[in-house]
């Protein structure tokens, strides 16, 4: 099984609605991201998490919001997509410190209509 | 303000050759770590190869070594004897402890094609 899953693994949706995003890790790791790739930009991080009660916003936050619900799940919301949110989504799990790696999941295709 | 930088949009190697992917890098705090990811055409992350800044070798794994220039802030990816499957998308990224708060900083990537 992976240690990183996301769902759902592709999703259209129109404009306005409401949509969520999911993580799940079983790596046991305290931090866990968002990112957003789009061609040619690379991967920006949206949100981060490094426990429960620790959320903070990344370079482009605005338009999303997320939701720690245990050290294991990260979730992600649009609460009114727009067309500019179609991109590809990765959710990712990391210790602490600059040595390790960030281990990510197997992202996310999102297109807004 | 940390920023990786990857000035090569694109590159074609022969199969069997090996290549070069460029990464410069910019930071204030002497501890960091540089890391490679590949991203295949199936969209999905993989993990290559780590550098921390205090390393005094260069990183290796098998195919895939790194050419850390500490100086010139440099943290290049050599991958030797291409394969056809080394056709990818490849980011370099960085950590510190610094204004990132460890977390990673992406380049916007180099895509490598291997020819036949």
């Known amino acids: 099984d992976a240690d990183v899953t996301q769902t759902p693994r592709n999703r259209i949706t129109k404009t306005g609605k409401r949509i969520m995003l999911e993580c799940s890790q079983t790596k046991g790791h305290d931090r866990m991201y968002w990112y957003r790739q789009d061609p040619g930009l690379g991967l920006r991080l949206i949100y981060y998490?490094?426990?429960?009660?620790?959320?903070n916003k990344g370079e482009i936050s605005d338009g999303y919001s997320v939701s720690r619900q245990a050290q294991a799940k990260f979730s992600l919301s649009l609460e009114s997509a727009i067309p500019n949110q179609t991109a590809l989504y990765f959710c990712a799990t990391s210790v602490g410190g600059p040595y390790n790696e960030q281990f990510f999941g197997p992202g996310t295709r999102l297109t807004v209509l | 303000a940390q920023k990786i930088t990857q000035t090569q949009p694109g590159m074609f190697v022969q199969e069997k050759e090996a290549v070069t992917l460029d990464c410069t890098y910019d930071t204030s705090d002497p501890s960091y770590g540089l890391f490679w990811y590949k991203q295949p055409s199936s969209g999905e992350m993989i993990f290559l190869i780590y550098q921390g800044s205090y390393d005094q070798q260069n990183a290796t794994e098998g195919r895939y070594s790194l050419n850390f220039q500490k100086a010139r802030k440099s943290a290049n990816l050599v991958i030797s004897a291409s394969q056809l499957g080394d056709s990818a998308m490849y980011f370099c990224?960085?950590?510190?402890?610094?204004?990132?708060?460890?977390?990673?900083?992406f380049g916007k990537g180099t895509k490598l094609s291997v020819k036949p």
């Open positions: 998490s490094f426990d429960v009660k620790d959320i």
């Open positions: 990224a960085m950590r510190d402890f610094g204004g990132s708060q460890g977390n990673l900083i």
